[in-house]
């Protein structure tokens, strides 16, 4: 089987395990959609980007991005064209699969403090038991101020855990199928064990200890999880994986990994002839739902502030520059895994190693939920592939009646513009640590780049 990694030179080899080790830094620092958020402005603003503003002209090769509530973006290169005559976009999401505290998570049993929590996307229960769990998110206080917090990344942070039961009394659990093993309201995390200064008879003294701890280093009351948005994601960084430091383990592949590359595409797009555009976008693992999600109104909005900067803003030229719109879907794709060959039909299969998969549709069974592009868009993308050399493959996700998923792609077809489904193969989708190709992360990188530059 033909790999894109036997087509590099030694030099190519080096920019290919650069853009590795760069990737892992965003994904170490971007574990929820709100850093990712930070990271990305983050590098944004170094490449030249400014905050939208009302009152600013616009010009061809100028960098704009919008933030939507610090959990999704817009970023623009303003091309030489008018917007009115289309766009090229890449659209990926910041959010990934996790465990998130409920609003009244902590109470004591038998002298230990827990957590309660809600998990938040589609995941296999049982692989988030017995493993170091990190806190990340904000606190937002009564008064306006808001608490960051990330506890059990650095190697002097304390860590939490969901316990697991003892296979020494798990015969009764162990007859239960994968969907039962670990019940969503036995995912509580342990917090604490130890007791604060009381009374003897007084309760909870572990839970009051711990609220102390919390005060005191945070500045946080028990109220305050009412309105804090705090997420238990694995600990640790991203690592090479292999012997031949060929592939990159981490968590929130799912789909940091498309927001990435699309990214760094976006940042080297200068004076493009049609509008670079880079969306990421929240709550894709709940159905692309709410004010962050794709379903907004946010993306439309911010393509109206800039028609209006262009002069002449009305309804029809905002429905003439969706329609008239290319996009690639950032999201990734399932690759082939050798132990489980069963699930996948092999002619329509992704590979490591093969490059960026397109995925023609997604959806279940007879593709519902898919926007299954026209086959004369994708007729254009292997245009733009093959004369820009990218390694490209088509798959599909799994065989048919296996299983399925979706992506935001249906969301943005539905404003009429061409979308198809574009990203990087990944094993261990959704599981606590996902794996990809460092050759796939690369060609991805270079397909968005060729596309946002030649895509007509």
Known sequence: ??????????????????????????????????????????????AGFKEFSASRKIKAGDKIYFNNRGKSLALYVIGKKPIEQGMNILGAHIDSPRIDLKQNPLYEDNGLVLMDTHYYGGIKKYQWVARPLAIHGVVCKKDGSK???????????????????????????????????????????????????????????VKKNL???????????????????????????????????????????????????????????EKPERTSVCILTDKEEIGSIGSTGAESAFFE?????????????????????????????SDVSAAFDPN???????????????????????????????????????AKIRD?????KVSFQFSELGRVDQGGGGTIAYVLANKNMDVIDAGIPVQNMHAPYETASKADIYEAYRAYKAFLKDMK
């Open 147 to 205: 608490i960051k917090i990330c506890i059990g990344e650095k190697e002097s942070d304390p860590i939490i855990e969901i316990s697991d039961l003892l296979i020494h009394l798990a015969r009764d659990q162990m007859s239960k199928t994968g969907s039962k093993v670990v019940e969503g309201e036995d995912l509580n995390a342990l917090a604490g064990s130890i007791p604060a200064k009381g009374k003897k008879d007084e309760k909870d003294l």
């Open 211 to 269: 609220l102390d701890i919390l005060k005191k280093e945070y500045d946080i009351e028990e109220d305050d999880f009412i309105s804090a948005e705090l997420e238990l994601v694995p600990a640790g960084k991203a690592r090479d994986l292999g012997l031949d430091r060929s592939m990159v383990m981490g968590y929130g592949h799912d789909d940091r990994i498309c927001a990435y590359t699309s990214l760094a595409a976006l940042l080297e797009s």
């Open 301 to 329: 909005n911010t393509v109206a502030e800039l028609l209006n900067l262009q002069g002449n803003y009305n309804d029809l030229k905002l429905r003439h520059a969706l329609e008239n719109s290319r996009m690639l879907s």
């Open 1 to 46: 089987m033909t790999t894109a990694w036997e087509k590099y030179d030694k030099s190519t080899l080096s920019k290919v395990m650069d853009l590795s080790e760069d990737y892992k830094k965003f994904l170490n620092s971007a574990k929820t959609e709100r850093e990712a958020v930070d990271e990305t402005i983050a590098r944004a603003k170094k």
């Open 340 to 378: 489980y060959p069963g699930v996948n039909e092999a002619k329509n299969a992704a590979f490591f190693g093969k490059g960026i998969s397109f995925n023609k549709f997604t959806g279940s069974g007879g593709k519902s939920g898919s926007s299954d592009a026209p086959a004369e868009y994708v």
């Open 384 to 388: 733009v592939m093959d004369r820009n």
